[in-house]
């Protein structure tokens, strides 16, 4: 038991991690530079998920995202 509580334990922490970087990207970076971050960091994610779920999780409508990937 005390294997699966330290797992869960890390999982959260890691989860809270991301969040918390996600936040403050959305409040520092531009549309743009988080745009990059994200395919620099996941470039496979672009082929594997739709343009609507990439924009909603950048913040920004889906014509702009197209705008940023030209």
Do not use: C
Request: proline share 1%.
């Amino acid at each position: 038991m005390h294997k699966m509580e330290r797992f869960w334990a890390q999982k959260s922490k890691f989860g809270r991690i991301a969040l918390q970087k996600r936040i403050l990207s959305l409040l520092k970076n531009s549309a743009k530079e988080r745009y990059d971050l994200l395919l620099e960091q996941y470039p496979q994610l672009f082929q594997r998920v739709s343009k609507k779920l990439i924009a909603s999780y950048l913040g920004v409508s889906r014509e702009t995202l197209s705008r940023l990937d030209s």
